[in-house]
């Protein structure tokens, strides 16, 4: 059973950092791009970026890029996403799912979830 449980969340100031991550199980983790998707209050699924199975290459939004940070650890099955300059826009339920940016549609490849709150 393919099992992604993602932990790190909590609240934080404005311009503060956090870092999430997913535990991975039941299938060969190396095998797959990673995801990491949010949902904030009120408004659909977004992704935020992607990993390949290496961990040699990453994508990220415009609202990611150049503050988040997504890594994994193939020999540990887990996945990380470094946040640094957090905002408030960037409340939300964090998931992370497997397989590249298509995974936003697909919510049996995502985990439970972690929230992360920004609040001053």
């Known amino acids: 059973e393919v099992q992604l449980v993602e932990s790190g969340g909590g609240m934080v100031q404005p311009g503060g950092s956090l870092r999430l991550s997913c535990a991975a199980s039941?299938?060969?983790?190396?095998?797959?791009?990673m995801t990491w998707i949010r949902q904030g209050p009120g408004q659909g699924p977004e992704w935020v970026g992607t990993?390949?199975?290496?961990?040699?290459?990453?994508a990220y939004s415009d609202s990611a890029k150049g503050r988040f940070a997504i890594s994994r650890d193939n020999a540990k099955n887990t996945l990380s996403l470094q946040m640094n300059g957090l905002k408030y826009e960037n409340t939300a339920l964090y998931y992370c799912?497997?397989?590249?940016?298509?995974?936003?549609?697909?919510?049996?490849?995502w985990g439970q979830g972690t929230q992360v709150t920004v609040s001053s």
């Open positions: 990993i390949d199975q290496y961990g040699e290459k990453t």
């Open positions: 799912a497997r397989g590249g940016r298509n995974a936003l549609t697909m919510r049996n490849a």
């Open positions: 039941g299938f060969t983790f190396s095998d797959y791009h």
